[in-house]
């Protein structure tokens, strides 16, 4: 088992960037092919970035790429989401997750999730 906590959303105007971590406890997360969703107020789940658990390799959506960076700090049981540039359509809670076995955007491939926390950019 693995648990995750993301922390770091908030309130922010288009433009602003903010950071979300993801700390992780009960397991080390180099276990674990790590992935950010968000979901916005209506809309079904989405896929945003996901970073590999060994070589560190990342994938973002086309929605986000060149704005958000993902990464990983094992040491610390962290994984980074670093989003710049943020646009209102960027508002939604997100979320942290943990694959074991399969590296993906699909969320069904992700064993452990976090509770979310919110981001809100107004315009």
């Known amino acids: 088992q693995v648990q995750l906590v993301e922390s770091g959303g908030g309130l922010v105007q288009a433009g602003d960037s903010l950071r979300l971590s993801c700390a992780a406890s009960?397991?080390?997360?180099?276990?674990?092919?790590m992935g950010w969703f968000r979901q916005a107020p209506g809309k079904e789940r989405e896929f945003v970035a996901r970073?590999?658990?060994?070589?560190?390799?990342?994938y973002y959506a086309t929605s986000v790429k060149g704005r958000f960076a993902v990464s990983r700090d094992n040491a610390k049981n962290t994984v980074y989401l670093q989003m710049n540039s943020l646009k209102p359509d960027d508002t939604a809670v997100y979320y942290c997750?943990?694959?074991?076995?399969?590296?993906?955007?699909?969320?069904?491939?992700?064993?452990?999730w976090g509770q979310g926390t919110q981001d809100t950019v107004s315009s």
């Open positions: 009960g397991r080390s997360i180099s276990n674990f092919h």
């Open positions: 970073v590999t658990k060994s070589s560190g390799d990342t």
């Open positions: 997750a943990a694959a074991s076995l399969v590296v993906s955007r699909n969320s069904r491939a992700y064993d452990y």
